[in-house]
């Protein structure tokens, strides 16, 4: 298994593609912090994007990847190897070469001119993220042998979660704005990645005030240590969640 996954990771860090995301991500990072006087106001920039572009190149290389791998994922099949094995090398391989572009494009600018508490949160975030994305793209990349199916289901997902979840969030806070929604507020907000890590690092950056009552809810939850904890298990349940379903599928389906 760890002779499988050095060989994915040592052929995705080759890619022209992740050395081209590491340079963006790095570049945006670095004119970012350059051209804001005030570090939180770099962060808060620097969230917008991550939330939008990390999400979609995880879930989109990833899936294009499997689909690519397919042709080795069968040699190694006839193998003596179990499936779960073989999977699960394919998934730490591109998951930890896209953490690793992730870190290094955003990790190292964000605690060098960063700093602080809320730095370390959206690092931990964006590092939350690409995971549960790369668990995502492996689940819908099992579900169908078509590739151009995969992707295109790699694209709706990310498409929900990034744009489609927050309009149907604010559709029932509209339609149900007589009642106590608050706490709901809460669920709806862990039932999306994208979104949990956006109330994590915000509330960290303490501008909480500008989203009205529903603000101090989640500042009153999400400041606290036990708040932090328990939003943190829940990315990592993105993450462990949707790679657990994909390998049972992949362990019973035929190759």
């Known amino acids: 298994m760890n002779k499988i996954t050095k060989y994915v990771l040592y052929d995705i860090i ?4 992740v050395m ?3 340079l963006l991500l790095l570049a945006i990072s670095m004119s970012f912090f350059s051209f804001e006087s005030d570090p939180n106001k770099g ?3 620097l969230l917008n994007i991550i939330l939008m572009v990390v999400p979609l190149v ?3 290389f990833s899936t294009i990847h499997f689909y690519n791998s397919y042709e080795f994922i069968e040699l190694m099949s006839a193998q003596p190897l179990s499936r779960k094995a073989i999977f699960l090398s394919e998934y730490m391989g591109v998951a930890t070469s896209l953490s690793l572009a992730f870190l290094v494009g955003v990790g190292l600018p964000t605690l060098a ?4 508490e809320s ?3 959206l690092i931990m975030s964006g590092f939350l993220l690409t995971l549960s994305f790369v668990s995502l793209a492996f689940l819908a990349s099992v579900i169908t042998r078509d590739k151009a199916k995969g992707i295109g289901l790699a694209l709706v997902i990310w498409f929900y979660f990034s744009l489609v979840y927050d309009g149907l969030v604010l559709s029932i806070l509209f339609s149900f704005n007589d009642y106590p929604l608050e706490k709901a507020m809460l669920v ?3 039932l999306n990645p994208t979104d949990l890590a956006r109330i994590m690092v915000l509330m960290k950056m303490d501008i909480s005030a500008l989203m009205g009552f529903t603000g101090a809810v989640f500042q009153d939850f999400f400041s606290t240590n036990y708040g932090l904890l328990v939003a943190m298990f829940i990315l990592m349940s993105w993450v462990v969640l949707p790679i657990t379903i994909a390998c049972r599928i992949f362990q019973r389906k035929d190759l």
Request: glycine share 18%.
């Open 188 to 190: 709806l907000t862990a």
């Open 119 to 121: 730095s370390l949160i």
């Open 14 to 17: 080759r890619n022209r593609f």
């Open 113 to 116: 001119f960063g700093g602080g």
């Open 43 to 45: 962060l808060l920039s």
């Open 20 to 22: 081209g995301y590491t």
């Open 58 to 60: 995880s879930i989109i």
